[in-house]
Each structure stands twice: as structure tokens, then as C-alpha cells.
């Protein structure tokens, strides 16, 4: 008996042995999994209960629903030093009232963290695959933590209605694959641009070709020539290299995968460029011989000062020519997307790409340009501050080219008719004033952006608002990020902060946008709004009516050719293309809209 207890206890030890590393190994995976799990919903709890309305309401009324609360309690000053303020130990609450009046300068003058929200995964949970990667515009293959604002920025915005066409998608796959091919410090670069600048064989046959972006004018007409860039380079199996000083460097993620955008400062024309034989001169000079030797390097200028030279872009002979020029140096001020319409060879392939005509920018431009990490940070904490506790949120973007045609006064009453007379803000009830500052947990019904380098604009609004109660109990928020009172172009934080309020004017549910503005353009374009545009004041009198609503959400193409090149004759372009009508704002401009609506 003795000796079947011990034969039975030792199978049971050797069994033991057998199955007790499997079981706790099995546990520990086990318990791991359910940890992860837990740890997951419990974040999406504390999320959640940080967002203003619950999470089923987000893709119904918005990403802004669901904002994460980021940083609070840590030691990070990565806007401090941006901006220069002092570094100060928590984030410490935000009245509304203070809210109203917080400057760029005094939100970075609080101690801010972004690594919470970095690298918190389960803020993907708060929206579709579809709309993280927009639609199948973007790719999954990027690192996360070198640009943040690429796999997050849907959290801020509502899904776009305007879904890309799959051939667009297949040539931007296209052309990343070129870029990755044929980007800096590729054999292929380097022997294209170690060519002699004087002349060459025909570069029509070559596998890479390139088209290098200079910078002209503000960060919007920036914005906006680098979208018509990126289009043309798309169409003519083109490089698209920019050349950024250090005013930009800090503006936007590298957009192509495994591979640059950004001109390396060896080229060899970085500093000048005048000695560059121009497109206009070859065409007076050589004509179209296809015989003779053709430039490796060539400027072509666009600049809206030069629109003799640009009459002939457009022409199929002028792109032909084109076509076997190496490197072509563009230089431009201008939104020329709607002068590839033009081009017969160029036609059928834009309509295949852009279905809808109107969604060029739209589409090209949220491919193109996702918030550095520095700008994204200061873009996030904006958005906590000024917005993200409104129901819905109203843009106003205010320029002003000449103070002197019409008084600050004058452009703040066209406002307020504009944007009473459309029902974006309530009026104010005349008979009832308010003294008291908003309380702190105060419902906010609309939150008012003000873009406008004058305080002015900002200050009276708020104040119009603040002391006064509105007709129908609506509580408005109206605040001013930044008042520069200059452009300042060529100054890097002046651009951040430019940036961010492009940005955060096209989360906004509604714009309104001073007429012939590039900085608004780009706003209402990244967005897929339809803003109104006021009208341009003159002397006390406020114009009606005071705003007109845009057609489409394209930016206007200020300085259009007006040459016909078959009929070698002026014309009017939109008596031959129905998808084109004179802009709102500028009046022999041209601007696309949706020939389908």
C-alpha cells in the first residue's frame, strides 16, 4: 500500500512538474491580457470623462467631443522655450473670462506636457481607421512620434464629407513611390543636379525629373503655391522639392515616407538664382525646336507681377517644352490649380483625379501639411483653451490691407451684420446688460475665433458680448489667440503662430473671411468650408450686403492668364469651362467649384 501511495505520488510530482510552468506561464500571458484590457478601458473611461459630451455623440457632432485633457501635473516646457515664457509647475485652471483674453504668449507661459497624448494609443478609439488615415489619402507607415498631428488630427475635426477618389489615391501611391526613388541623395539626384547649368541634352527621357518650390510672399500664399505645385509635380511625374529657410523649418512634418521633401542647402542655386535662364526668355529666344540643347536648370516664374510670362504656361507647346527641362525652379505667389484646366493635355487626367472639382486644395492640402510637433503642441493647447468646451465654433478671420479706406469700427459693425444677418451669432438684447464674468463651468453655446493681426477686432467683440446678454440666452465665448499687428513673413515664430491659427480656424463649424486673403483661403480649404466673405468697406458705410456666401471652398486664383492659345486671342475662361466662375472677392479671379451641384 506503502508502495502504491509513492508510485501514485510520484506520477503526480512528474506530472506537477510538467504542467505547472505551462499553467503559470499561461496565467501570467493571461493575466497581462486582461491587465492591458482594463488599463485600456480604463483610460477610454477617464477620456471620456474628460470630454465635454459623451463618446456616442462624437462622430455625430464632432472629434472636439471627445478632447483629452493632456499634461496636467507635468514637468514639460516645450512651449516655454518656444515662446519664451517663464516655466511654472502644473497647469492651473482657466477661468471663461480669462479664457476670453488668453494670448498665444499667455497660454505658453503655462506648463504644458504633450507626451500624454502622444503616446496614449486609445485616443484612436474615439474614430474610424478610415477617418485616422483620411479616407486612404494618408499612409499608416510613418513613424507616430516624429509628427503626432498625423494620426491624431481627426480627433479635432469632423469626418469630411468629401471622400478622395480611388484614383487619386493611387496616384498619390504613385508618387510617394518616385519620391522614395528619385529624393535627395538618391544616385539619380545626384546626377541629375550635378549637370551642367548651361545645357544638356533633352531631359525628356529621364527617370527623374524635379520641380523645386521657393517661398514668396506670407505663409498662406505659400501654403497655396505649394498645393498647385504638388498638383502640376503629380501631372508631370515631377519631384517636388521645397526650399524652406529657417522661418519654415518648423512648420510641417515631412509628408512622403522613407524619404525628404526638403531641398538639401548643398544645391547648388540655393543663394542665387538670377543667373538661371528663365522660361520666358527660352521661349522669345529659341522657340520649339526640338533639335536644340535645352537648360538642365530652368526658372519658371508665376509670380502674380508677371503674368505676361504666364499667359503662355498653360499653353500645350509651352508644356512640351517643359517637359525636357531637368529642373524646373518655380517661382510663384499664386493659387494656379485652375490653370491646369487649361492645359488639353492635362484635362482628362484632373477630371479622373478631382471628380469634384472643388475639393483640389481640400484633399492635396491635408495630404500635404500636418503640424510639426512644436506646432502641434501649441495648436492642442489653443484649441483646449479657446475652443474645445464650445457646442460649435465660428471663425472670423479679419485682414486688413489699408486701414486708412475704412476705419476698425466700420469693419467690426460689417461683422456683426454679416454674422447676425446669416444667424452665426445671436444679437445682443439691448434692454439687459450682464456685469457679472461668466462662470466658471458655464455652458459655452458658441466659441468666436478672431484671427486678425489688431487687438481691436478681438477686444470689442469680447466685450460686446461679455457685458451684454444675447436674445435668445446663448452664451458666446469670443477670443484672440495673437495680434502681431505686422506681417512678419520671414520670422519663424510669427509663421508657428500663423500656422496655428489657420489651423484652428478650419475646425471651426462656420468661417468668416476678409475678402482676397490667402491666410483665409487656406482655412476654409483645409476645412472644406464655405465661408462668407465680406464685402471690402469703404469710407463709415457699411456695404450691403455685407458678406456674400463663397460657391465653392477652393481659393481664388487671383491673376488668371487671359490668353487663349489655340484661338491666339484674350478670352474669358469661364465662358469655356463650366467648372469655373469669377471669385467673389476678386473680380476677374478664377475659382473652381463642383460642376455637379
Known amino acids: 500500500m506503502d508502495k502504491l501511495s509513492f508510485k501514485r505520488f510520484r506520477t503526480l510530482l512528474i506530472v506537477g512538474s510538467i504542467t505547472f510552468p505551462i499553467l503559470f506561464t499561461f496565467t501570467l500571458m493571461h493575466q497581462h491580457s486582461i491587465y492591458d484590457l482594463v488599463e485600456g478601458v480604463s483610460k477610454i473611461n477617464i477620456l471620456a470623462a474628460r470630454a465635454q459630451n459623451a463618446t456616442t455623440n462624437l462622430l455625430k457632432e464632432g472629434p472636439q467631443n471627445a478632447l483629452v485633457q493632456v499634461g496636467e501635473g507635468k514637468d514639460q516646457n516645450v512651449i516655454d522655450k518656444m515662446l519664451g515664457g517663464k516655466q511654472q509647475t502644473g497647469l492651473p485652471e482657466i477661468s471663461e473670462e480669462q479664457a476670453q483674453t488668453s494670448t498665444v504668449a499667455d497660454i505658453a507661459s503655462k506648463n504644458h506636457s504633450f507626451e500624454d497624448e502622444k503616446n496614449d494609443s486609445s485616443l484612436s478609439t474615439f474614430g474610424f481607421a478610415g477617418d485616422r488615415l483620411l479616407d486612404g489619402l494618408l499612409v499608416s507607415t510613418f513613424d507616430e512620434g516624429s509628427c503626432v498631428s498625423r494620426y491624431q488630427s481627426y480627433l479635432y475635426r469632423k469626418p469630411s464629407p468629401h471622400k478622395p477618389s480611388a484614383y487619386l489615391i493611387s496616384k498619390l501611391r504613385k508618387y510617394e513611390h518616385l519620391h522614395r526613388s528619385c529624393g535627395p541623395h538618391t544616385k539619380s539626384y545626384d546626377k541629375i543636379m550635378g549637370k551642367s547649368t548651361k545645357s544638356s541634352k533633352s531631359g525628356a527621357g529621364e527617370k527623374c525629373k524635379y520641380l523645386v518650390w521657393t517661398a514668396s510672399n506670407g505663409l498662406g500664399n505659400r501654403m497655396l503655391t505649394l498645393v498647385a505645385a504638388f498638383l502640376y509635380a503629380i501631372l508631370t511625374d515631377r519631384v517636388l522639392l521645397v526650399k524652406f529657410g529657417d522661418d519654415m523649418s518648423d512648420l510641417f512634418c515631412e509628408p512622403f515616407a522613407d524619404s525628404s521633401w526638403l531641398l538639401p542647402r548643398n544645391f547648388r542655386y540655393w543663394k542665387d538664382q538670377k543667373h538661371?535662364?528663365?522660361?520666358?526668355?527660352?521661349?522669345?529666344?529659341?522657340?520649339?525646336?526640338?533639335?536644340?540643347?535645352?537648360?538642365?536648370?530652368?526658372?519658371?516664374?508665376?509670380?502674380?507681377?508677371?503674368?505676361?510670362?504666364?499667359?503662355?504656361?498653360?499653353?500645350?507647346?509651352?508644356?512640351?517644352?517643359?517637359?525636357?527641362?531637368?529642373?524646373?525652379?518655380?517661382?510663384?505667389?499664386?493659387?494656379?490649380?485652375?490653370?491646369?484646366?487649361?492645359?488639353?493635355?492635362?484635362?482628362?487626367?484632373?477630371?479622373?483625379?478631382?471628380?469634384?472639382?472643388?475639393?483640389?486644395?481640400?484633399?492635396?492640402?491635408?495630404?500635404?501639411?500636418?503640424?510639426?510637433?512644436?506646432?502641434?503642441?501649441?495648436?492642442?493647447?489653443?484649441?483646449?483653451?479657446?475652443?474645445?468646451?464650445?457646442?460649435?465654433?465660428?471663425?472670423?478671420?479679419?485682414?486688413?490691407?489699408?486701414?486708412?479706406?475704412?476705419?476698425?469700427?466700420?469693419?467690426?459693425?460689417?461683422?456683426?451684420?454679416?454674422?447676425?444677418?446669416?444667424?452665426?451669432?445671436?444679437?445682443?438684447?439691448?434692454?439687459?446688460?450682464?456685469?457679472?464674468?461668466?462662470?466658471?463651468?458655464?455652458?459655452?453655446?458658441?466659441?468666436?475665433?478672431?484671427?486678425?493681426?489688431?487687438?481691436?477686432?478681438?477686444?470689442?467683440?469680447?466685450?460686446?458680448?461679455?457685458?451684454?446678454?444675447?436674445?435668445?440666452?446663448?452664451?458666446?465665448?469670443?477670443?484672440?489667440?495673437?495680434?502681431?499687428?505686422?506681417?512678419?513673413?520671414?520670422?519663424?515664430?510669427?509663421?508657428?503662430?500663423?500656422?496655428?491659427?489657420?489651423?484652428?480656424?478650419?475646425?471651426?463649424?462656420?468661417?468668416?473671411?476678409?475678402?482676397?486673403?490667402?491666410?483665409?483661403?487656406?482655412?476654409?480649404?483645409?476645412?472644406?468650408?464655405?465661408?462668407?466673405?465680406?464685402?471690402?468697406?469703404?469710407?463709415?458705410?457699411?456695404?450691403?450686403?455685407?458678406?456674400?456666401?463663397?460657391?465653392?471652398?477652393?481659393?481664388?486664383?487671383?491673376?488668371?492668364?487671359?490668353?487663349?492659345?489655340?484661338?491666339?486671342?484674350?478670352?474669358?475662361?469661364?465662358?469655356?469651362?463650366?467648372?469655373?466662375?469669377?471669385?467673389?472677392?476678386?473680380?476677374?479671379?478664377l475659382r473652381l467649384f463642383n460642376d455637379n451641384r
Open 276 to 589: 538661371i535662364e528663365t522660361h520666358e526668355s527660352m521661349l522669345m529666344n529659341k522657340g520649339y525646336n526640338e533639335k536644340e540643347i535645352f537648360p538642365s536648370f530652368l526658372v519658371l516664374n508665376l509670380q502674380h507681377s508677371h503674368d505676361g510670362h504666364n499667359n503662355f504656361f498653360h499653353c500645350d507647346h509651352s508644356q512640351n517644352l517643359l517637359q525636357r527641362i531637368p529642373v524646373l525652379i518655380l517661382w510663384s505667389d499664386q493659387y494656379f490649380a485652375p490653370s491646369l484646366f487649361l492645359i488639353p493635355s492635362f484635362r482628362q487626367e484632373l477630371s479622373k483625379i478631382f471628380p469634384e472639382k472643388d475639393t483640389i486644395f481640400h484633399h492635396l492640402g491635408r495630404y500635404l501639411f500636418h503640424p510639426s510637433n512644436k506646432a502641434w503642441e501649441l495648436i492642442n493647447k489653443l484649441y483646449q483653451v479657446h475652443l474645445a468646451k464650445a457646442n460649435e465654433k465660428i471663425g472670423l478671420q479679419i485682414r486688413v490691407f489699408n486701414t486708412h479706406k475704412a476705419s476698425h469700427q466700420t469693419i467690426i459693425n460689417e461683422i456683426i451684420a454679416c454674422v447676425v444677418r446669416h444667424k452665426l451669432l445671436p444679437e445682443i438684447d439691448m434692454e439687459k446688460s450682464t456685469t457679472s464674468p461668466l462662470k466658471k463651468h458655464a455652458t459655452i453655446s458658441k466659441a468666436v475665433l478672431v484671427a486678425s493681426l489688431y487687438s481691436e477686432y478681438g477686444e470689442k467683440l469680447r466685450n460686446m458680448y461679455m457685458r451684454n446678454t444675447t436674445v435668445n440666452g446663448e452664451v458666446i465665448r469670443v477670443s484672440q489667440p495673437s495680434h502681431e499687428e505686422r506681417q512678419k513673413s520671414k520670422d519663424g515664430m510669427h509663421n508657428i503662430k500663423a500656422w496655428s491659427e489657420i489651423y484652428l480656424l478650419s475646425l471651426c463649424d462656420a468661417l468668416v473671411a476678409s475678402p482676397k486673403s490667402t491666410f483665409g483661403y487656406v482655412a476654409h480649404g483645409l476645412g472644406g468650408l464655405k465661408p462668407w466673405i465680406l464685402k471690402r468697406p469703404y469710407g463709415e458705410t457699411v456695404p450691403e450686403p455685407p458678406c456674400e456666401r463663397a460657391m465653392s471652398m477652393e481659393p481664388c486664383f487671383h491673376y488668371p492668364p487671359k490668353y487663349e492659345c489655340s484661338a491666339n486671342r484674350t478670352i474669358d475662361f469661364t465662358s469655356l469651362f463650366h467648372h469655373m466662375e469669377h471669385c467673389e472677392d476678386v473680380r476677374n479671379g
